[in-house]
């Protein structure tokens, strides 16, 4: 087998990680958690790489995603075509968290559409989602006609499909049909803000709004759901999805730390709108990002209540871990926030991007390299804890014994290579062993 060095495509990470557009020096300050992992973050061990950081996924059909790319402009590492529909079963179970145990709505008969029933056929989300956006992106990038999200009675939101496909009508307040990425009309706006950035430059208002197009298009939303942030200066919006013209990076989450605010935002790369699941992908990776960051920041809030002083924030939340009231996942993206370490998200971020590509097109020829190169922006992501080490490992596994004999070989293939690449070959996941 051939072992060259691999390029590892990457899509944003934290705000800390650095790197926005290092063209523009004196940016807009709080640097949003990117999309993009950095290597020059600190919870990067390994050697100096491109990263290819993949986000989550999502996926549906027949883009793909070439996911990060680099902050830099110019850099395009990837170019290829994926294709899939995410594991439902393997994704959604990365989503749950102990504290935030909804109930699936799976079989639950959520309204009626021409005297036909309509049935939640999955739930990719069993526990839901505080934020819409993020059931948008993991709803969208199933690559289903029946995609659709849904708010549960306590105001959690599913991402979903039913038995009654219905396009992108809305059809009730809580539920709404966001479909598939519609590749025609794709193609259309992609050629429509190529134009506009060659006539009028890339930070012409009119070229932005192009940009805005797609992404609202990749997501299935309208325009007005996505905020330009037009000037270096300009506050994003917290509420909704931020397109930044001048963001090198595939994505980017906020600025680290807590108390800081998080928040999505898009930057123009070309590697990034390549197709829509490129887009889809990058916002559902940076969701993962700011829902670790919200629910650090609801843990600090219930903290302070406490009237304990911040030295004791850390062992409260062991206190909380120990105490059965959050998951591994929480105790470690909270600390890792308080420490303004990235390492616990993008380890588990880039472990369910890992998970989801199996439901890609395995024809495709960048499928590979995101399979290694996922496991390998998890590999190098430190310092984690020994327990959430193995959490991450024993999702892995789970997979692993839900995947088909084929699927178990390429599975197998991405771990032997990142156990024998000298970059990856002396992380904690190269330890990972079968059961
Ligand atoms: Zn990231």
Excluded at 251 to 274: H, S
Excluded at 336 to 348: D, I, L, M, N
Aim: proline share 6%.
């Amino acid at each position: 087998m051939c072992l060259k060095p691999i390029k590892w495509i990457e899509r944003g990470g934290f705000m800390g990680d650095g790197k926005i557009n290092s063209s523009v020096p004196n940016q807009q300050q709080p640097l949003p958690l990117e999309n993009g992992a950095v290597s020059s973050s600190p919870d990067v061990q390994a050697p100096k790489q491109k990263n290819v950081e993949k986000h989550q996924t999502a996926a549906g059909s027949k883009y793909a995603s070439a996911p990060g790319g680099p902050s830099h402009a110019g850099s395009k590492i990837g170019d290829s075509k994926l294709t899939g529909r995410l594991r439902e079963a393997q994704i959604s179970a990365t989503l749950r968290t102990k504290a935030n145990l909804a109930q699936s709505v799976a079989g639950k008969q959520i309204g009626t559409l021409d005297k036909t029933a309509i049935v939640v056929a999955r739930d990719h989300s069993p526990a839901g989602f505080k934020n819409r956006y993020e059931a948008i992106a993991l709803a969208r990038g199933l690559g289903s006609k029946n995609a659709a999200i849904y708010q549960d009675s306590n105001k959690r939101w599913h991402a979903i499909e039913t038995n009654v496909p219905v396009g992108n009508k809305g059809v009730s307040n809580n539920l709404q049909y966001v479909g598939q990425p519609d590749l025609n009309q794709w193609n259309d706006l992609k050629q429509k803000a190529a134009d506009a950035k060659r006539q009028f430059g890339p930070q012409d208002p009119r070229t932005q709004d192009a940009y805005r197009n797609q992404l609202a298009a990749a997501l299935g939303v309208d325009p007005s759901e996505i905020n330009i942030i037009r000037n270096e200066g300009d506050k994003p919006d917290l509420t909704k999805i931020n397109f930044n013209p001048r963001l090198l990076k595939l994505g980017n989450a906020g600025e680290i730390g807590l108390d800081k605010p998080a928040f999505v935002q898009v930057g123009p790369t070309e590697l990034g709108f390549d197709n829509p699941y490129d887009v889809i992908s990058t916002t559902l990776h940076e969701e993962t990002h700011v829902r670790h960051h919200d629910r650090a920041n609801e843990l600090l809030g219930e903290f302070k209540k406490t009237g304990q002083p911040m030295d004791k924030f850390k062992g409260w939340v062991e206190g909380q871990y120990k105490a059965n009231k959050i998951s591994v996942e929480e105790r470690e993206t909270t600390i890792g926030a308080y420490e303004k370490r990235t390492g616990p998200t993008e380890a588990a971020s880039y472990i369910t991007g890992f998970m989801s590509t199996f439901a890609m097109d395995r024809k495709d020829p960048l499928l590979e390299k995101l399979l290694y190169s996922n496991l390998g922006q998890a590999a190098i992501r430190s310092p984690l804890s020994d327990d959430f080490k193995k959490e991450l490992m024993s999702r892995l596994e789970k997979l692993y014994q839900g995947l088909d004999s084929n699927d178990r070989q390429r599975f197998d293939a991405a771990m032997t290579r990142l156990k024998t690449d000298p970059q990856t070959k002396n992380t904690w996941l190269a330890k990972f062993q079968h059961n």
